[in-house]
């Protein structure tokens, strides 16, 4: 059974930083695009960062790029989220993602099967 488990959100000051991380079992990551994703309170959940199955693809959301990055531990069955120069308005439940295929990752939440529960962060002084 596939399953995903966010941990590492919290409060954070702005200008802070914070690591996400995504630890998956039931599948290893070889096989599987992993995408962050997060939902703010009365808005839709966006794209945030994905990471293509063999890593050789990656996006960013336009709002977080030069500030976040998608590093990924195969061994460890973990993609991580590192948040750096965090904002309030990256104040969100944050959600990662699975998908079993070799396409190029996308910011779609239509193109991920598999979620993880989510977890809390909030930038704010």
């Known amino acids: 059974q596939l399953q995903l488990v966010e941990s590492g959100g919290g409060l954070v000051q702005p200008g802070g930083s914070l690591r996400l991380s995504c630890t998956v079992s039931?599948?290893?990551?070889?096989?599987?695009?992993i995408g962050w994703f997060r939902q703010a309170p009365g808005k839709e959940r966006e794209g945030v960062s994905c990471?293509?199955?063999?890593?050789?693809?990656?996006n960013y959301a336009d709002s977080v790029k030069g500030r976040f990055t998608i590093p990924r531990d195969n061994a460890k069955n973990t993609v991580y989220l590192q948040m750096n120069s965090l904002k309030p308005e990256d104040t969100a439940i944050y959600y990662c993602?699975?998908?079993?295929?070799?396409?190029?990752?996308?910011?779609?939440?239509?193109?991920?099967?598999?979620w993880g529960q989510g977890i809390q962060v909030t930038v704010s002084s």
């Open positions: 990471i293509s199955s063999s890593g050789g693809s990656i």
């Open positions: 039931g599948f290893t990551l070889d096989y599987y695009r």
């Open positions: 993602a699975a998908a079993r295929t070799a396409r190029l990752c996308t910011l779609s939440r239509l193109d991920f099967g598999s």
